[in-house]
């Protein structure tokens, strides 16, 4: 079936994530030393489980806040391992609290290959459509990056109630963009909530592997933006 639409996550497909400075500057200034890269690793270990556990459920925005500082206290433990409960507790909560305040002070930075990519699939027509596991302020995020010019359709978790991999965020995304699922695929950087979510809503979904994290896996794969359009015809 020819392909109308495709559908891209967000942070670590097009924006390069904040969350791992984010992190780790709120460690250092709290006492704790983790550099970026060990808290992306940390991330990269817990987040097939917390997706297992909250990507299927649909939730109010303070339950889906909840559900962040779950995800950031088992990133805590993973870092810390033997830090008394009432610690992960008190140090998850606290980077709830400071990640808005930290996040201000970091650049936003898309990948060189995103805007290219997003300009000659509008260009050529494709209907583009992002969908993201993300509080409800990456919407404004979308906005002051200038990426309202190529994306219809913008579905982020915190509004939407539902996230990746449950299926119902992409038929979201289907619905709006008016395309079936087999005329649609979905860019994303984890197989669990990219890959499997997609494949479940009959999307085909391509998993974005820029830094070689993923051994074998069965699905398409490209380590950039670019090679998404091995995939439209």
Request: hydrophobic letters at 40%; glycine letters at 10%; a negative charge.
């Amino acid at each position: 079936m020819k392909k109308k639409a495709v559908f891209f996550d967000f942070g670590g497909t097009l924006l390069v994530m904040r969350r791992d400075r984010i992190i780790s500057r709120i460690l250092t200034h709290n006492g704790y030393t983790a550099t970026p890269d060990e808290v992306r690793s940390a991330y990269f270990a817990v987040e097939p489980g917390w997706l297992i556990a909250y990507g299927r459920l649909k939730l109010t925005p303070d339950e889906s806040e909840e559900s962040y500082r779950q995800l950031d206290a088992l990133v805590f433990r993973r870092l810390f391992p033997g830090s008394p409960d009432v610690e992960v507790d008190r140090m998850s909560r606290l980077m709830r609290k400071l990640w808005p305040e930290v996040q201000g002070t970091i650049p936003l930075e898309l990948y060189p290959d995103a805007e290219p990519t997003l300009r000659r699939l509008s260009d050529t027509g494709f209907k583009l459509a992002l969908v993201s596991n993300a509080p409800p302020d990456v919407a404004e995020t979308v906005s002051d990056l200038g990426l309202g010019r190529y994306f219809s359709v913008v579905v982020i978790s915190g509004i939407a109630g539902v996230s990746k991999p449950n299926p119902d965020i992409f038929r979201i995304a289907l619905r709006a963009t008016g395309t079936q699922p087999g005329e649609a695929i979905h860019v994303g950087d984890l197989y669990e909530a990219d890959v499997e979510g997609a494949r479940n809503a009959g999307v085909t979904g391509i998993l974005i592997d820029r830094d070689g994290n993923y051994g074998e896996v069965d699905c398409p794969r490209i380590t950039g933006l670019e090679g998404v359009f091995d995939f439209l015809e």
